[in-house]
């Protein structure tokens, strides 16, 4: 097998030759001008549509207390995710405002989350004594961790770096196989989706779960309401 660049250094070289072979009345044709002409006309094989599966995917009272008593990993990496897990599910965020979020963006004193960035939409989401306690836990080790360094994010890996989304997905879906969940999704949306679901169980209405939330239309929400409802 030769190297890529080996190949295309062939292929130039092939080139600039028939390019001067064609200029010196040598060939007819330049074959490489009546391949690219060829490979212009040649239709390409249409693409598969893939159908977008907007289902709602929720977890059950007994899965989410599953998931939020899990010790997976070490006490950084338990305290850590337990904080992401509960979160979500308190507050109903999104993959991009977890991995954005700031140690001051929580008023634990007042118990509520706020959502400032311009990049989000702002909001501030009133969060349980179990989150606040939770969050509590997590600043403490993340004190700890910091005393040599500075992260202006609120969740971090344990070399001190800020979490990316691929790595977030990581970790609830690890947690999730972890806590033995069963479903088609493991990700950070079947907790947001379990979160709005909870909102709605415990008799907030739609606008003021739309309010919380910032899901666009009320449409969106409905969906809920017509199914455990």
Known sequence: MYAQAYINLRLSSLALFYAWAYANRYCLKNPIIEYKK???HTKPFPKKKTKFINEVIVLTLEEQQSLLN???GDAFTTI?????ITLILAAALYADEVIHLSPTDLNLVEGCINISKQYHPKRIIPIDTKAR???QDWLTLRTNLLQKYKSPYLFITNRVKPIAKRILYK???ESMNAAGINKPHLGPEV???TAIANMLMSGRTIEEVQALTKIKTLKNIQKYQDIFF
């Open 38 to 40: 060829e490979k212009l």
């Open 70 to 72: 899990l010790e997976h």
């Open 80 to 84: 850590r995710n337990k904080c992401i």
């Open 133 to 135: 306690k939770t969050c």
């Open 171 to 173: 970790i609830i879906a």
């Open 191 to 193: 907790l947001r989706q």
